[in-house]
Each structure stands twice: as C-alpha cells, then as structure tokens.
C-alpha cells in the first residue's frame, strides 16, 4: 500500500503521521484492555511496551512539528478526518486478532516512516530528523517479530 499525504508540506506530512500514529496508540491500547482468551496473557506485556514506544514517539513527533513552525493537531474530529488508519472498536479480542491488528496497523505506520524520512533527508537539514530514523529501528524490530509470529496480513488497503 502506498501511503499518501495531503501535500508535500512537511508540518502538513507530519501531522498527518501524528493523526496516524495517535491512532495506532490508540488501537493498541484499546486492544490492551480487550484482550481474552487463551494466549492473551503472552503478548499484554508487548502490548503495553508498545504504548509506552509510541506514546514517546507520538510526543516527541508533536514537538517537532511545533520545532519547524507547525501546530500539532490534537482536535478529535480533526484527527478522524486527516488519518488514514482506521480506529478500531472496544471489543474482545482474541491473540490472534490482536496480532493481526498490530501487525497490520505497524506496516502501515512503518511505511509511512520510510516515506517521511525519505522526503526529510532530501528536503531538510536538522538533527531532529533522528527521531524519524530512531522510531523506524523500532517499527523494523516490531514489524519482523510480529511477522514471524505467522499473522495474517488484513486491511492493507
């Protein structure tokens, strides 16, 4: 899937990735909470390490954003209308699911890293472009430990 921006702004790329990533946080603590049967103990652990690794990226995101002149978007509605993940429900959901759900939920933000980095290394000269790089370390591991876990790959459209 080819992930695309509202328009090569870097504050308006940016915040589109903030709205993306609050959702994945978001997504992944909703599942956090849902979590039932067998096997949901193993990964509760992960799910939370997770939220905590996104949480500080979505933070630090926000504030480079505000670095290079640009407001972080925080609106609610604004955040539905400009992400292009989908939020999931609170509902049950078993390992699987839930491994389904990350999974697909942090190929799609991983892409999307790749895509800011890219245009950022070519278009911008500061150190905070390291936080970019630094989180897409972190999507690489992630990404390939849930991939060997044998999920299936869901809603990449």
Do not use: C, W
């Not at 994945?24 to 652990?45: C, M, P, R």
């Not at 995101?61 to 993940?85: R, W, Y």
């Not at 699911?97 to 890219?118: F, H, P, R, T, W």
């Amino acid at each position: 899937m080819e992930v695309l921006f509202i328009n090569f702004n870097f504050a308006d790329m940016l915040n589109q990735y903030l709205t993306n990533i609050f959702i994945l946080k978001t997504n992944a603590t909703t599942l956090y909470f849902n979590l039932k049967g067998e096997g949901s103990s193993l990964i509760i652990k992960d799910l939370y390490n997770d939220i905590s690794n996104i949480e500080r990226f979505y933070l630090n995101l926000g504030s480079l954003i505000k670095k290079i002149g640009g407001n972080p978007i925080t609106n609610l509605d604004d955040l539905k209308n400009i992400s292009t993940l989908k939020q999931i429900s609170s509902q049950d959901y078993t390992a699987k699911e839930a491994l389904n759900i990350l999974y697909n939920d942090l190929s799609i933000i991983n892409k999307m890293n790749n895509q800011v980095g890219e245009y950022a290394l070519k278009n911008f000269k500061f150190s905070s472009i390291n936080l970019v790089l630094e989180f897409n370390k972190y999507l690489e591991k992630r990404v390939g430990e849930l991939s060997s876990n044998n999920v299936t790959i869901h809603n990449l459209n």
